[in-house]
């Protein structure tokens, strides 16, 4: 994501609603009328969740779904109430808590693995990060599949002003493969399959460089407003995604044919793509290698401020906040109700 002038004011407003209980005196009501959820097309348990028709039913309310292509966009929608809760990558979280929109990170819906991949194309004579010397690769900026390029790129030793970085969206980058536009691309499932199926090769992948210290994950993230407001419906959430996770333990089968349905590809397909994904628990989600405990605090905060730091870095935003703020706009709160 290109950078903007960073606005104090906001991050003063941000530091006061990102908190990690209800502020006494904060009026709350029970369920609103509607909830507007931001999805993307991913493997994973929110998509199970959506195929199963579990939201519906069990928050108990009105509920309205906005697909989106990245979490770019799902920053911009939630920054204008646009939506209510929303998925989008740790990239354009740490994007989004730098930038001053007040909402906060609650639920981690997957860890990237195999499922975010480089892939180029074999006629390109691409065999390593530092063949893209030169060559056109796409990805959507701002996303987590960007991240991971930028840093395969700094392994690597090679300068991303010397890579023609293309920013487009994943059924962009499709059409753009497809008709010979590009010679590589970052991005992710279910485009990333087609890519490789279409005379492609994967390079490295979010797995390999979350071994060297670049961690991406999928996140649910909650605007702070209508956390504060509907606090149960949020734990509801929570709960719903619980559920998922429980099914795609006792049932994977079921699991990957609803899923491969949902996403139009065939239950092998699905089945691969799932296992790209690392599911977590709720109980794993507050150990301290993530979100920790609302009275301690994991490691979630801390990767979202390096990933922050490294877009400075990297120009690809002018500042990033103290540790402080990353800290506040984590909170384990609702998944701790959840599993009560």
């Given at each position: 994501?290109?950078?903007?002038?960073?606005?104090?004011?906001?991050?003063?407003?941000?530091?006061?609603?990102?908190?990690?209980?209800?502020?006494?005196?904060f009026?709350?009501?029970?369920?609103?009328?509607?909830?507007?959820?931001?999805?993307?097309?991913?493997?994973?348990?929110?998509?199970?969740?959506?195929?199963?028709?579990?939201?519906?039913?069990?928050l108990?309310?009105?509920?309205?779904?906005?697909?989106?292509?990245?979490?770019?966009?799902?920053?911009?929608?939630?920054?204008?109430?646009?939506?209510?809760?929303?998925?989008?990558?740790?990239?354009?979280?740490?994007?989004?808590?730098?930038?001053?929109?007040?909402?906060?990170?609650?639920?981690?819906?997957?860890?990237?693995?195999?499922?975010?991949?480089?892939?180029?194309?074999?006629?390109?004579?691409?065999?390593?990060?530092?063949?893209?010397?030169?060559?056109?690769?796409?990805?959507?900026?701002?996303?987590?599949?960007?991240?991971?390029?930028?840093?395969?790129?700094?392994?690597?030793?090679?300068?991303?002003?010397?890579?023609?970085?293309?920013?487009?969206?994943?059924?962009?980058?499709?059409?753009?493969?497809?008709?010979?536009?590009?010679d590589?691309?970052?991005?992710?499932?279910?485009?990333?399959?087609?890519?490789?199926?279409?005379?492609g090769?994967?390079?490295?992948?979010?797995?390999?460089?979350?071994?060297?210290?670049?961690?991406?994950?999928?996140?649910?993230?909650?605007?702070?407003?209508?956390?504060?407001?509907?606090?149960?419906?949020?734990?509801?959430?929570?709960?719903?995604?619980?559920?998922?996770?429980?099914?795609?333990?006792?049932?994977?089968?079921?699991?990957?044919?609803?899923?491969?349905?949902?996403l139009?590809?065939?239950?092998?397909?699905?089945?691969?793509?799932?296992?790209?994904?690392?599911?977590?628990?709720?109980?794993?989600?507050?150990?301290?290698?993530?979100?920790?405990?609302?009275?301690?605090?994991?490691?979630?905060?801390?990767?979202?401020?390096?990933?922050?730091?490294?877009?400075?870095?990297?120009?690809?935003?002018?500042?990033?906040?103290?540790?402080?703020?990353?800290?506040k706009?984590?909170?384990?709160?609702?998944?701790?109700?959840?599993?009560?």
């Amino acid at each position: 994501m290109k950078g903007k002038p960073f606005v104090a004011a906001a991050m003063i407003a941000v530091g006061t609603l990102l908190a990690g209980s209800i502020p006494s005196g904060f009026a709350t009501e029970a369920k609103p009328k509607e909830v507007v959820i931001g999805v993307q097309v991913i493997p994973n348990g929110e998509t199970l969740a959506k195929a199963k028709g579990w939201y519906e039913k069990e928050l108990g309310t009105k509920v309205s779904f906005k697909q989106f292509d990245s979490g770019r966009d799902v920053n911009t929608a939630l920054a204008s109430n646009a939506i209510d809760i929303g998925l989008l990558g740790t990239t354009p979280a740490a994007v989004g808590i730098a930038r001053g929109i007040p909402y906060e990170v609650f639920w981690i819906h997957d860890v990237i693995g195999e499922a975010e991949s480089l892939a180029v194309k074999n006629k390109a004579g691409i065999k390593s990060v530092k063949d893209l010397v030169g060559k056109k690769v796409a990805v959507p900026v701002g996303s987590t599949a960007h991240f991971s390029l930028l840093s395969a790129l700094k392994l690597a030793g090679v300068k991303p002003a010397d890579v023609k970085i293309l920013d487009l969206q994943p059924p962009d980058i499709l059409a753009a493969w497809q008709r010979g536009d590009i010679d590589a691309a970052y991005v992710w499932q279910p485009t990333l399959g087609k890519l490789l199926a279409d005379d492609g090769t994967a390079v490295t992948d979010s797995r390999q460089l979350a071994k060297k210290g670049y961690v991406t994950a999928d996140i649910g993230v909650v605007r702070s407003e209508f956390a504060r407001k509907y606090p149960e419906l949020v734990t509801n959430y929570v709960k719903i995604q619980l559920k998922a996770y429980k099914h795609y333990k006792s049932d994977f089968k079921d699991t990957s044919a609803t899923i491969g349905k949902a996403l139009n590809i065939d239950q092998a397909e699905a089945t691969k793509e799932i296992n790209e994904l690392v599911w977590l628990s709720g109980k794993e989600q507050l150990s301290k290698a993530y979100f920790g405990s609302s009275a301690k605090k994991g490691a979630l905060p801390k990767i979202l401020k390096s990933t922050a730091d490294f877009l400075v870095e990297q120009k690809s935003i002018d500042k990033a906040p103290g540790l402080d703020l990353f800290e506040k706009a984590v909170n384990p709160l609702f998944i701790e109700k959840a599993l009560k």
